[in-house]
């Protein structure tokens, strides 16, 4: 069975630290892994995307990383800023058994919530 | 990227009515799924819409309690029928053009089921 972990689940920081982010998953048997943000109330914001093929991905202050074969990603945010205050999620595309629908689809984590403070 | 509106964006409904939710896509996507996000929770997917056919449910979600229409490549709509108070989530529609790209997701649209 494929899960998803995000942990911690909340994290408070002051600005201008550099963060990273930690994501696991059970299956190394991926298509690809999704970091998504959600602010409050919000749908989501796509981030990076890595596919199975990749290492890492860069945009702007943002880095993610994928060791499949660990089963690990990491989101790693540099020069931490109050906007960066959301929750992130980790997602990653896989074919999931009968016990989960037996279809390829995304499993999120849970998420993490962070907060920068000014 | 796709850029994803969703009507209404929040409702409060009354105990035992239904809610239609509209999903708009600026381009042609080949896959569109369905979400729910229950307060404090991540994304359960509810269903696959398929344009033309009948959607594809997960596990846990009925054709009778969410009914799902896809008429065309850019549009569907998800249908909250006989709503209770477990139903209050967050509803999010979200496309992708193939399973080795981004997916994107809308804004969500609010149901308080009072």
């Known amino acids: 069975k494929q899960e998803v972990t995000q942990i911690p689940a909340a994290l408070s920081v002051p600005e201008g630290e550099n963060l990273v982010l930690n994501c696991s998953f059970t299956d190394s048997a991926i298509y690809n892994l999704q970091w998504f943000r959600q602010d409050p109330g919000k749908g989501l914001t796509s981030l990076l995307l890595?596919?199975?093929?990749?290492r890492e991905q860069t945009s702007g202050r943002l880095n993610a990383s994928l060791d499949k074969s660990s089963g690990r990603s990491t989101l790693y945010i540099a020069a931490s800023q109050p906007g960066d205050s959301a929750t992130y999620l980790c997602?990653?595309?896989?074919?999931?058994?009968?016990?989960?629908?037996?279809?390829?689809?995304?499993?999120f984590g849970k998420g993490m919530k962070l907060t920068v403070n000014p | 990227s796709a850029v994803i509106s969703q009507k209404p964006s929040r409702d409060i409904c009354q105990r035992g009515t239904s809610l239609t939710i509209q999903c708009q896509v600026d381009s042609q996507v080949t896959m569109m799924f369905w979400y729910r996000q229950q307060p404090g929770q991540s994304l359960t997917l509810i269903a696959t819409a398929n344009q033309g056919s009948e959607a594809t449910y997960e596990s846990g979600f009925v054709i009778d309690k969410f009914p799902i229409s896809r008429p065309n490549l850019t549009f569907s709509t998800l249908t909250v029928s006989n709503m209770s108070p477990e139903d209050s989530s967050i509803y999010l529609c979200?496309?992708?053009?193939?399973?080795?790209?981004?997916?994107?997701f809308g804004p969500g649209t609010r149901l308080t089921v009072l």
């Open positions: 890595i596919q199975s093929s990749q």
């Open positions: 979200s496309v992708a053009t193939r399973a080795t790209d981004t997916q994107y």
């Open positions: 997602a990653v595309r896989a074919f999931v058994g009968p016990s989960q629908g037996g279809s390829e689809k995304l499993v």
